[in-house]
């Protein structure tokens, strides 16, 4: 049975949703009160519906023809299936296969349409920077961005659904560095061979390192260490392919403003927050800890009587936040949405939030059920302060 392609479905939705809602929020009154924005939004839910019953569609056909293969015994190249079976007929257009091969993840980086996606991120990196601009009151709304944002991620959708579907993480190095060549080549700003052999050794390297990482894992491995480890090892993975690269084609991968934004930098771990972030609303520092013990008692399911037995952990877990996400309002690009927020003080959020679910799930007097929840909790909260303080 092939992997879900719920993760790789979310980088997409992660995206869209970030960008759809937060810039937004910097535009004037009146352009948010115009009828031309209110269809532009019912246009924009429209399109994003059809993306995805297409790619339901598309997952669903995946699925049935995974079921026939298993049921049919394997052809030999060129011939045709055991039974009688006719090879599927070829595309209408050729399909361009990943340019860096990995032999473990071959077969699956060879179901998705490389340039497609490429062509689609060339177009999608510039659009995400004039969101940032909208976000940050430097621009005026433009009417059409959201939907060009749209049709820009539609391949990069589908080529997601369908490497997960085959087997391999959409997260996976050997994904992400032939979607820096497929976007580089597509841009006009190719890697050049030495290049190209560089960029493959960094990530046939990680190919390795996540191969150890996830052989490492237990089953009482709690699912946000799993998650947060993830985002490390993205951030570490397009560190060291950075510096192979020319100022021309980091300007293609990073142009101005959305380098280390949750929702807009593609070309980063933090693409693995994707639907896995959310605010945790508070009113200061000394508010924040009974704020925790509500959450953790709705996702978590702990009983009520543990808040006084669980304060200690709660106040000393809000005393090593950074002072951003406690004594300041929300300040990212688009400030309150979470999605819009910077990378790094995420990163720093989430650590802090491992270190207290480990030392929850290693110390406080928690039945079963509440721990099996605890470590199930796959969500960054960041706290932010509410507006009034």
């Known amino acids: 049975m092939r992997t879900s392609a719920a993760a790789a479905l979310a980088f997409a939705g992660g995206v869209l949703c970030g960008v759809l809602v937060a810039p937004r929020k910097g535009e004037p009154a009146r352009a948010r009160a115009g009828g031309e924005e209110a269809a532009e939004a019912r246009r924009l839910a429209a399109a994003v519906e059809t993306l995805r019953r297409e790619n339901r569609g598309l997952r669903e056909a995946l699925e049935r023809e995974d079921a026939a293969s298993a049921e049919a015994a394997p052809a030999s190249p060129g011939e045709a299936r055991d039974g009688g079976g006719v090879p599927a007929p070829s595309p209408a257009r050729p399909r361009k296969g990943p340019a860096l091969a990995f032999p473990a993840h071959e077969a699956a980086l060879a179901k998705g349409d490389w340039s497609a996606a490429g ?37 990069v959708y589908t080529l997601a659904v369908e490497v997960e579907l085959a087997g391999v993480p959409w997260s996976s190095p050997s994904v992400l560095v032939n979607l820096v060549h497929a976007t580089l080549e597509e841009a006009g700003r190719p890697l050049d061979e030495r290049q190209a052999a560089a960029l493959h050794a960094v990530a046939t390297r990680f190919v390795e390192e996540e191969a150890r990482r996830l052989a490492g894992y237990r089953e009482a491995t709690p699912a946000f260490r799993r998650r947060l480890e993830l985002v490390r090892a993205g951030d570490r993975l397009f560190a060291e392919l950075e510096p192979h690269l020319t100022v021309d084609q980091r300007a293609v991968l990073w142009p101005p403003g959305v380098r280390g934004v949750v929702a807009l930098d593609v070309f980063s771990g933090s693409g693995n927050w994707d639907e896995h972030i959310e605010r945790l609303p508070h009113r200061g520092a000394e508010d924040l800890p009974d704020r925790a013990f509500e959450l953790l008692a709705r996702e978590g399911g702990l009983r009520a009587d543990l808040a006084p037995l669980l304060r200690p952990w709660l106040v000393d877990w809000a005393g090593g936040l950074p002072p951003a996400v406690v004594a300041s309002a929300p300040s990212g690009p688009a400030a309150g949405d979470v999605k819009m927020e910077r990378s790094d003080l995420v990163l720093l959020v989430a650590e802090r939030q491992l270190a207290l679910l480990e030392a929850l799930l ?22 932010g302060l509410r507006a009034g303080g």
Do not use: K
């Not at 991120?121 to 709304?141: F, I, T």
């Open 362 to 383: 290693a110390s406080a007097p928690l039945e079963p059920g509440e721990r099996e929840r605890l470590r199930a909790l796959d969500r960054v909260y960041v706290p």
């Open 119 to 155: 062509a689609s991120l060339a177009r999608l990196m510039p659009l995400l920077a004039e969101a940032a601009e909208v976000a940050h009151g430097r621009r005026p709304m433009r009417a059409a961005l959201w939907g060009d944002i749209v049709a820009a991620l539609g391949p």
